[in-house]
């Protein structure tokens, strides 16, 4: 997973787990990986929620049972080809009997060994909004995003745990069909993944963006004036439109979503997804509607 080597100078191995930790327990996304049949390996809180999961720790699962045979066939037929799919209109079919709309973008092993999921509500509005505010959906979403505190988890481990559990995090983020950044509070990008590096159009040099002000990708200044306000007041952006420029000057139309992190009452950084509006321009994916 490429990171901007130089902030992480002298970090502790227990404390880049623990960032590693936070970015999946406290993304407002959903973030999950499966094995072939579809049982849960792992699920974030974000998709335990919208999904409609139990607690870790009880009877885990099935992202199979959940999607439903045709929408499990098409995403697995998928990652067979090794393809992801973007932007995915999916019902989730909950233990309880109630269903829920969301949205998946997925991809997976070429073997059919793991399955990486994420997954967002479908909302109606945007926070921020066009006016300042947002609608009900968004805020209510916002309001179920409790933030979990990873350090027992990773108190609890020894070396070869520590060892262990980044590698599998850092492997599932590298992997995932959406790009992905980390901010520091000075504004460099932290970390990214592969699918951000492709989009940008910097795969083969990475420092080109890790490590660089992350602002120069926003190309309309209106937005960004509207994303900063919205993460130091509501401390979130979800489904937030805005135009990314990559590096060769062209742009694309896409989707944010974001959250502050913080220590104590301090703004240290985001935790930020992108997601394409338009399939049809992820490196490599299928749209919906040529799976």
Same mark, same amino acid.
């Given at each position: 997973?490429?990171?901007?080597?130089?902030?992480?100078?002298?970090?502790?191995?227990?404390?880049y787990?623990l960032?590693?930790?936070d970015?999946?327990?406290?993304?407002?996304?959903?973030?999950?990986?499966?094995?072939?049949g579809?049982?849960?390996?792992?699920a974030?809180?974000?998709?335990?929620?919208?999904?409609?999961?139990?607690a870790?720790?009880?009877v885990?699962?099935? &992202?199979? !049972? =959940? #999607?439903?045979?045709?929408t499990? /066939?098409?995403?697995t +037929?998928?990652? %067979?080809?090794? *393809?992801?799919?973007h932007n995915?209109?999916?019902?989730?079919?909950?233990?309880?009997?109630?269903? &829920?709309? !969301? =949205? #998946?973008?997925?991809n997976?092993e /070429?073997?059919?060994? +793991?399955?990486? %999921?994420?997954? *967002?509500?479908?909302f109606?509005?945007?926070?921020?909004g066009?006016?300042?505010?947002?609608?009900?959906?968004?805020?209510?979403w916002?309001?179920?995003?409790?933030?979990?505190?990873? +350090?027992?988890?990773?108190?609890?481990?020894?070396?070869?745990?520590?060892?262990?559990?980044?590698?599998?995090?850092?492997?599932?983020?590298?992997?995932?069909p959406?790009?992905?950044?980390?901010?520091?509070?000075?504004?460099?990008?932290?970390?990214?993944?592969?699918?951000?590096?492709?989009f940008?159009?910097?795969?083969?040099?990475?420092?080109?963006?890790?490590?660089?002000n992350?602002?120069?990708?926003?190309?309309v200044e209106?937005?960004?004036v509207?994303?900063?306000?919205?993460l130091?007041?509501?401390?979130?952006?979800l489904?937030?439109?805005?135009?990314?420029?990559?590096?060769?000057?062209?742009?694309?139309?896409?989707?944010v979503y974001?959250?502050?992190?913080?220590?104590?009452?301090?703004?240290?950084?985001?935790?930020?997804?992108l997601?394409?509006?338009?399939?049809?321009d992820?490196p490599?994916?299928?749209?919906?509607?040529s799976a």
């Open positions: 997973m490429p990171i901007d080597a130089s902030q992480y100078a002298g970090v502790p191995a227990a404390d787990l960032e590693l930790v970015l999946f327990d406290n993304s407002n996304i959903g973030i999950g990986v499966t094995d072939a579809g049982a849960v390996r792992r974030n809180p974000a998709l335990r929620r919208l999904a409609g999961w139990p870790v720790g009880q885990e699962p099935s &992202a199979r !049972a =959940l #999607l439903g045979e045709q499990w /066939a098409r995403v +037929a998928a990652a %067979l080809d090794g *393809r992801a799919l995915l209109p999916a019902t989730f079919h909950r233990a309880d009997g109630s269903t &829920a709309d !969301a =949205l #998946l973008d997925v997976g /070429a073997d059919g060994a +793991a399955l990486r %999921l994420v997954a *967002r509500p479908v109606r509005g945007s926070l921020p066009p006016d300042g505010t947002a609608e009900t959906d968004v805020r209510d916002l309001g179920q995003c409790d933030r979990t505190d990873g +350090a027992p988890l990773v108190e609890g481990l020894d070396e070869a745990g520590v060892t262990a559990l980044t590698k599998e995090l850092e492997d599932l983020f590298e992997l995932l959406v790009p992905l950044h980390g901010m520091a509070r000075t504004a460099e990008v932290k970390r990214t993944n592969q699918i951000h590096l492709e940008l159009g910097c795969a083969d040099e990475p420092t080109r963006f890790v490590g660089q992350l602002l120069a990708i926003f190309a209106a937005d960004l509207a994303l900063g306000a919205s130091t007041g509501a401390g979130a952006i489904n937030f439109p805005t135009t990314i420029r990559r590096l060769d000057g062209s742009e694309l139309p896409m989707r974001s959250s502050a992190v913080t220590r104590g009452d301090d703004f240290v950084g985001t935790r930020c997804y997601f394409f509006d338009d399939a049809a992820a490599g994916g299928l749209t919906p509607a």
